[in-house]
């Protein structure tokens, strides 16, 4: 089942390639059926799934080069299903968005997209390492053509800057990968997770995932390549960017470095929150002092991301499920807040904050929900950012008060230029003429947003089935993270 989930895309794309010449509108057609019977295929996971098992399910192993410990290895736990579930809703999302705004090259934007689905949801799936590190590093091919081909003016800049940051980090992992794995004699997730590596060996080992996964989060300092790639991809680009391929460097940190290496990981606990720290803050004063809505909402998923990361190192039972629970948040509402971005965008052809203003009295529906994606960022009570943003003080609070008092002042911040951003731009007088000339949201844009509206409510005030999904996996990893390994007593 985990196969058919994330390789049916790849076929759909592949009958694309072979099936549909010159007719974008057959291609988008077979694009959106394509992601939504995934979506259906991907829910009869969520309807087969045990939350009570904090083993992996849907297990799956073909031998592949046995003689080196490397299978082809799938399977899912309460940690990874809901990222699973998380890209099959927005994939045919993105594409609807792109009905209407992608007009060049439809054909192989659609095949990038649904390559894209496919190799997301077999990182989330792997239970080899090798096999993880495969579609990880083929995961940035279509990613970075979305933004090289379809995005804006300066799109080959952020195209390349994203794929050298991305790439050099995840050459250190491919170092760390393979050390754990000749030291291990498997490339078996579960296995290595019950290998007693040294504390030396960790360390070093921590160091090397870390390079990868902290620019795939971004972590402050290397952030920088996000505001590029959000300002030139195309909207549904941004989407998924901010969607799912931020969780990507988190889930690595879940899957990895925290079971793996647990002594390595109570050793830079500290660093982490420096780090993390310092992007809550810094980059939730740049966002006050942007002009363009992108960038502004791009430095805002680096501050949130923030959060994430400090939820995750408290290794305590509220941080770590408020920072899956925050992935998850921050994948619903960053994606809503890009796509409307992108409403605006394909009617004025423009980002800056300073053209807009007084769009409530043309677009009254588009400010009403643009208000509530803007309100679930901040965490109002009743939103979906608001759970997730409680756990994680709470948590952070349970493991360091000082980091949570710090951590705060990033609510505070959130909604400084939230406010400001959504004050500007909805309210006031009009006076460019282009915003007096505007239209509402018609059918298909409001489609784009039910799902999502649905889940900030949902989230915001029943959020009980979705802890309870991860609720005995997170306690199987704290579990495993408060081992001493025995290797480091042998050592």
Known sequence: MLSLVTFFPLVGALIIVIGVRDNPSLARIAALLVSLVTFLLSLKLLYGFDNALATYQFLEEVPWLTAYGISYRMGVDGISLPFVLLTTLLTPICILASWESVQKHVKEYMI???????FVVGVFCA????????????MLIPMFLIIGVWGGPNRIYAAFKFFLYTLVGSVLMLVAVLAMGVKAGTFSIPELMAYPFTLQFQIWVFLGLFASFSVKVPMWPVHTWLPDAHVEAPTAGSVILAGILLKMGAYGFLRFSIPM??????????????????AIIYTALVALVQRDLKKLIAYSSVSHMGFVTIGLFTLN?????????QMINHGIVAGGLFLLVGVIYDR??????????????????????FMLFSMASVGLPGTNGFVGEFLILLGAFLASKPVAVLASTGVVL?????????KRVVFGEIRNPEVA??????????????PLIVLVFWIGFYPTPFLDMFHASVQHLLDQASVVKVGVLAR
């Open 112 to 118: 990038a997209f649904l390559a894209l689905e496919s």
């Open 127 to 138: 239970l080899d390492f090798i096999l993880f590190y495969i579609l990880w590093e083929a």
């Open 261 to 278: 290496l647990p002594d390595a990981t109570r050793f830079f606990t500290p660093l982490i929150f420096g780090l993390s720290l310092v």
């Open 317 to 325: 039972q509220q941080g770590v499920e408020g920072g899956i629970l």
């Open 348 to 369: 004025m052809h423009t980002r800056e904050i300073v053209r807009f203003g007084g769009l409530a009295q043309r677009m009254p529906i588009y400010a009403v929900i």
């Open 414 to 422: 959130g909604a400084s230029y939230m406010l400001w951003m959504y």
């Open 437 to 450: 000339a505007l239209l509402d949201m018609n059918g298909r844009e409001l489609a784009l947003f039910v």
